[in-house]
């Protein structure tokens, strides 16, 4: 606790998807305990799941406050208790659920006339958030949940515009003037950027984008060390003031907390740790797609096939119940993977089993916090990116760090509808585990995992931009 910071009143504003939640609770826990006074502003729903998350008894510093609005799922059509992005699962839903994020005004702006705090930390999907709190002298700052670098990649997209340029699909571009030179075709640019119709999520984004330049600033999720030319490309060329304070899971070390993040896990974390613990360093690959994706069966079947294949150790993460239909696993496959593999079907300790030293390799979709919990893992990583900005962290991993080897996802938003084959897979996993190439890449990310810890601690890049953010806005005070 430091006592400079004790007079400062801090709110938090997530969105309810665990990909924004999830870094954000680490925030308002690390905010409380360098003394600062924090509320997170919820739905019902999503407060329980947050309560556990937060552990007040269990985290240092003050206490956090959770304040509940509600959530207009009914006036939308969504069904009851649809709060939270996962649980949107079709196409419409999807849009639904936006629609209703953007109808939460009136109750925020209650919370801000209420409490009047000195900031509001608000997720990028509230755009909105920007003209409510000025109405009050309240600063927003957005937290938008991905990196320095796939940031400077979208915006120099949006404002060149350069896949219109290309002839196909397929051709590469290069994205204009960033640092180096990252290449991107027309299919893995956001679906959302070429689309000629106003869907909701278009509407969103767009306005969450126009309103950048009105906010007070950013907070970046990353640390100076991993992405220095697009940390002072941010800044510098796109003017924005930002401070990265990451890796954000990397603050709290208590097993519980780390066993909590997100969800309640669907296996036992102390069996899992001790099947860890039965394997030797750096020998099992783990395989997750984060909160959101859903590849279909005939997908699965194949990184079923292709896992066998590589006759590696694997932990793979399905977003499947146990009493879903099984025919995307092959006949008798979990009889013969007994002892080698492991199949967590629904929510896994993610950062638990990433930091067991018997962890060599990440099958990820380059969501940017398993990216960035991956890194901070000092694992080199096989990049299978669906939609979002996650083509964007694939050319971080791939071609800037040189730590992760593509799985050769070609098209946005289609996971599982184009296959990527078992021999793929098998190929880019072998790729990554063993051999001298493996090895080049999982020095490269140890490295980076060290310098992550030093970030943050006393003296550390992120450590001191912290500070810098808590001292600048008390200073308004
Ligand atoms: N996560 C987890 N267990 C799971 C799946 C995901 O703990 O079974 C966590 C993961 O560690 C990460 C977050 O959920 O912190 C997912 O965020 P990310 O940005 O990687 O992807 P998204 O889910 O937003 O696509």
Same mark, same amino acid.
């Given at each position: 606790?430091?006592?400079?910071?004790?007079?400062?009143?801090?709110?938090?504003?997530?969105?309810?998807?665990?990909?924004?939640?999830?870094?954000?609770?680490?925030?308002?826990?690390?905010?409380?305990?360098?003394?600062?006074?924090?509320?997170?502003?919820?739905?019902?729903?999503?407060?329980?799941?947050?309560?556990?998350?937060?552990?007040?008894?269990?985290?240092?510093?003050?206490?956090?406050?959770?304040?509940?609005?509600?959530?207009?799922?009914?006036?939308?059509?969504?069904?009851?208790?649809?709060? &939270? =992005?996962?649980? !949107?699962? %079709?196409?419409?839903?999807?849009?639904? @659920?936006?629609?209703?994020?953007?109808? *939460? +005004? #009136?109750?925020?702006?209650?919370?801000?006339?209420?409490?009047?705090?000195?900031?509001?930390?608000?997720?990028?999907?509230?755009?909105?958030?920007?003209?409510?709190?000025?109405?009050?002298?309240?600063?927003?700052?957005?937290?938008?949940?991905?990196?320095?670098? &796939? =940031?400077?990649? !979208?915006? %120099?997209?949006?404002?060149?515009?350069? @896949?219109?340029?290309?002839?196909?699909? *397929? +051709? #590469?571009?290069?994205?204009?003037?960033?640092?180096?030179?990252?290449?991107?075709?027309?299919?893995?640019?956001?679906?959302?950027?070429?689309?000629?119709?106003?869907?909701?999520?278009?509407?969103?984004?767009?306005?969450?984008?126009?309103?950048?330049?009105?906010?007070?600033?950013?907070?970046?999720? %990353?640390?100076?060390?991993?992405?220095?030319?697009?940390?002072?490309?941010?800044?510098?060329?796109?003017?924005?003031?930002?401070?990265?304070?990451?890796?954000?899971?990397?603050?709290?070390?208590?097993?519980?907390?780390?066993?909590?993040?997100?969800d309640?896990v669907s296996i036992?974390?102390?069996?899992?740790?001790?099947?860890?613990?039965?394997?030797?360093?750096?020998?099992?690959?783990?395989? %997750?797609?984060?909160?959101?994706?859903?590849?279909?069966?005939?997908?699965?079947?194949?990184?079923?096939?292709?896992?066998?294949?590589?006759?590696?150790?694997?932990?793979?993460v399905v977003r499947k119940e146990?009493?879903?239909?099984?025919?995307?696993?092959?006949?008798?496959?979990?009889?013969?993977?007994?002892?080698?593999?492991?199949?967590i079907r629904g929510w896994a300790?993610?950062?638990?089993?990433?930091?067991?030293?018997?962890?060599?390799?990440?099958?990820?979709?380059?969501?940017?916090?398993?990216?960035?919990?991956?890194?901070?893992?000092?694992?080199?990583?096989?990049?299978?990116?669906?939609?979002?900005?996650?083509?964007?962290?694939?050319?971080?991993?791939?071609?800037?760090?040189?730590?992760?080897?593509?799985?050769?996802?070609?098209?946005?938003?289609?996971?599982?509808?184009?296959?990527?084959?078992?021999?793929?897979?098998?190929?880019?996993?072998?790729?990554?585990?063993?051999?001298?190439?493996?090895?080049?890449?999982?020095?490269?990310?140890?490295?980076?995992?060290?310098?992550?810890?030093?970030?943050?601690?006393?003296?550390?890049?992120?450590?001191?931009?912290?500070?810098?953010?808590?001292?600048?806005?008390?200073?308004?005070?």
């Amino acid at each position: 606790m430091d006592s400079k910071y004790t007079q400062l009143r801090i709110f938090f504003f997530p969105f309810m998807a665990q990909g924004h939640s999830i870094p954000a609770i680490d925030m308002a826990k690390l905010f409380a305990s360098r003394g600062v006074n924090v509320s997170i502003i919820t739905t019902p729903l999503n407060a329980p799941r947050l309560a556990k998350s937060i552990n007040n008894s269990g985290h240092p510093g003050r206490e956090i406050e959770l304040l509940i609005i509600n959530f207009p799922s009914a006036t939308v059509g969504l069904p009851d208790g649809c709060e &939270s =992005l996962d649980l !949107a699962r %079709s196409p419409d839903m999807f849009q639904s @659920f936006f629609r209703a994020t953007t109808m *939460l +005004e #009136p109750e925020i702006d209650r919370i801000l006339e209420q409490h009047r705090p000195h900031c509001l930390v608000a997720d990028t999907f509230f755009p909105w958030t920007t003209d409510v709190a000025a109405k009050y002298g309240i600063p927003r700052v957005v937290f938008h949940g991905t990196c320095f670098f &796939s =940031l400077s990649a !979208a915006a %120099s997209i949006i404002a060149n515009r350069p @896949f219109d340029k290309v002839s196909s699909d *397929l +051709e #590469p571009f290069v994205i204009p003037n960033l640092p180096h030179e990252i290449k991107l075709t027309r299919s893995q640019v956001p679906g959302f950027l070429k689309e000629e119709v106003e869907t909701d999520f278009i509407k969103l984004y767009r306005a969450s984008k126009e309103v950048e330049s009105r906010c007070y600033g950013f907070l970046i999720n %990353s640390f100076y060390e991993l992405e220095p030319a697009y940390a002072d490309y941010y800044r510098n060329v796109m003017g924005r003031r930002a401070w990265h304070i990451g890796p954000l899971s990397l603050y709290s070390n208590v097993k519980e907390d780390k066993a909590q993040r997100g969800d309640s896990v669907s296996i036992d974390e102390h069996d899992c740790l001790k099947w860890l613990d039965s394997k030797n360093p750096n020998s099992v690959l783990y395989v %997750s797609f984060g909160s959101l994706a859903n590849l279909t069966n005939s997908q699965l079947l194949e990184i079923a096939k292709g896992l066998e294949a590589t006759g590696q150790d694997f932990i793979w993460v399905v977003r499947k119940e146990i009493h879903d239909q099984e025919e995307w696993l092959p006949e008798g496959f979990e009889k013969r993977i007994e002892g080698k593999g492991l199949i967590i079907r629904g929510w896994a300790p993610q950062v638990l089993i990433l930091d067991h030293r018997s962890i060599g390799g990440f099958v990820t979709h380059c969501g940017w916090n398993s990216a960035l919990e991956g890194v901070t893992a000092g694992l080199p990583m096989v990049t299978w990116p669906n939609s979002a900005e996650q083509f964007y962290n694939e050319k971080l991993i791939t071609d800037v760090l040189k730590i992760g080897v593509s799985v050769g996802a070609m098209h946005w938003g289609r996971a599982g509808k184009d296959l990527i084959t078992s021999e793929a897979i098998e190929k880019a996993v072998n790729r990554v585990m063993v051999g001298e190439e493996a090895e080049g890449m999982r020095s490269r990310a140890e490295a980076l995992g060290i310098q992550a810890r030093e970030a943050i601690e006393d003296g550390g890049s992120s450590f001191s931009d912290l500070k810098a953010f808590f001292d600048d806005i008390r200073s308004r005070i």
